[in-house]
């Protein structure tokens, strides 16, 4: 098990990666004691893989909203 943090449009998260298959990783949102939350977890076929798609997710959830005219 790997626990990562990423900065994500001005937010810290705590990503948990665990390989849960030969092939097959989860990286799912964790709060800083490690206690998972209920946040979908995302698969693929390496940590950086699942990390990464996690990451996308949570940036475009989190992205400023553009000031309407």
């Known amino acids: 098990m790997h626990r990562i ?5 001005g937010r810290l998260y705590y990503i948990e990666l665990s ?3 030969r092939q097959r990783w989860r990286a799912h949102v964790v709060t800083a004691q490690g206690a998972p939350t209920a946040l ?4 693929d076929d390496t940590a950086d893989a699942a990390a990464q798609r996690l990451s996308e997710w949570l940036s475009r959830l989190h992205r400023p909203s553009a000031a309407h005219a």
Do not use: L
């Not at 979908?40 to 698969?43: E, L, N, T, V």
């Open 5 to 9: 943090e990423q900065h994500i449009n």
């Open 19 to 21: 390989q849960v298959q």
């Open 40 to 43: 979908m977890p995302f698969y």
